[in-house]
């Protein structure tokens, strides 16, 4: 499964080491690049670590914005496309759902995702402790750049029904408009919107403040008093700042936003290092499963091989029987050689461990063939 975002590409898959190889290859292949070019901007996780990095991917915990949402989507996205391509295999398909349930609780259970770490959000946030529902508010967003973009989607988001765009360029303001189902106006129209405005927030490039106290005083006065919410974003300010002394206004600057930031990521950095515990948890789970998987396997191996000896020596057991051979004989035959031939394989393997001080197979074959009743340091 590959997963691409703005951050990060990653490959995800069951691999040998060549077949690792063979991916990197491919990276620089299918971006025209030199064998190696991008070998010192690579990172790679095996086994449980593996396990473990994308736990973290799918939770926020090892993104740039610690704790953020989107990511979550950016997988669930991928897995269905590696899904529908049947590239997944039964493995890689249980990691990832494993793995979808785990974020879930991690965030539920650490709160990282709680804590807003961005101005243009933070700002959408005071809004809806300041109105509540923001669905019958109006919105003036003033200027077009990024951080005004953010907030208008933000919004949107969030229910917001009215919504004008003021903007020095008409072009501007009409485009971004379009985009969030908008009324456009042009910045000498702006005392028109102010009135309107139960939520202002200014971004502009202006060197000198665009909205003065007494444009507040009108807009307050047409409006019988009813309270504005305004958020300056802009550096320098757009928003004189002696209408934080008028009545029914709240006005919050980049500064005040930048503080809640500070300490909502403080809190979600905190929430990150209580999430280790269920991380932990997460991961091992799945590696019980794979490890049940695994010595599924091998059973399954063994005992398909064993039944292949039964069939061949029971086979020739009978052509024995059937040509007058004693059966007590027959039988001692039958049950040495079906001892030797399931025994050959295991008795060569611990030979080779054995000489090449492999203690991890001894140790393991100890513990398999160990009798219940022996002793554990024996």
């Known amino acids: ?39 010192r901007h690579l990172y ?24 953020e949402t989107q990511i979550l989507g950016q997988l669930k996205d991928a897995w269905q496309q590696a899904h529908d ?16 349930n785990a974020a879930k609780t991690i965030r539920t259970n650490s709160g990282i995702s709680d ?15 300041i109105f509540g529902d923001l669905g019958s508010q109006t919105v003036v967003l003033v200027g077009a750049g990024e951080m005004v973009q953010l907030c208008g989607r933000y919004l949107r ?19 971004l408009a379009a985009e969030m189902g908008a009324t456009a106006l042009t910045l000498d129209r702006l005392h028109e919107a102010l009135p309107k405005a139960d939520i202002l927030i200014s971004s502009t490039a202006s060197p000198l403040p665009v909205i003065v106290a007494a444009d507040i005083k009108a807009a307050l006065k047409k409006r019988r008093h009813r309270p504005m919410f305004l958020v300056d974003i802009a550096v320098p300010r757009d928003i ?40 932990d948890e997460a991961v091992t789970g799945f590696m019980r499963w794979l490890s ?52 050959h ?15 991890s197979v001894l140790k393991a074959a100890d513990r398999i063939f160990r009798k219940e009743e022996q002793d554990d340091d024996t």
């Open 292 to 343: 049940g998987i695994r010595a599924a396997r091998t059973l399954k191996k063994i005992r398909e091989q064993s039944h292949e000896f039964e069939e061949e020596l029971t086979d020739r057991a009978l052509r024995k029987l059937e040509a007058g051979q004693d059966p007590a004989e027959v039988i001692k035959q039958l049950t040495r050689t079906l001892t030797n031939k399931i025994l």
């Open 1 to 39: 499964m590959v997963l691409g975002t703005c951050n990060r590409t990653e490959i995800y898959c069951l691999s040998t080491a060549t077949g690792k190889q063979n991916l990197v290859d491919w990276v620089h292949q299918v971006n025209n690049l030199p064998s190696g070019e991008l070998d």
């Open 85 to 100: 391509a049947g590239s997944l295999g039964k493995v890689l398909d249980r990691l990832f759902q494993h793995t979808f």
């Open 115 to 129: 804590h807003t770490v961005s101005v243009a959000y933070t700002a959408v946030v005071l809004a809806r402790q």
């Open 345 to 359: 394989l295991p008795s060569k393997r611990l030979r080779e461990a054995a000489e090449s001080r492999d203690y």
């Open 157 to 175: 988001d969030h229910g917001i029904a009215n919504l004008l765009i003021v903007n020095r360029s008409k072009d501007k303001a009409e485009e």
């Open 240 to 279: 004189d700042p002696a209408i934080s002394k008028l009545k029914d206004v709240y006005l919050y600057t980049i500064d005040d936003l930048q503080q809640v930031v500070d300490e909502n990521m403080e809190q979600r950095t905190a929430a990150a290092r209580s999430a280790s515990e269920d991380v």
């Open 44 to 67: 790679n996780h095996e086994g449980e670590e593996a396990a473990r990095h994308l736990v973290r991917v799918a939770s926020g915990l090892d993104s740039l914005v610690l704790g």
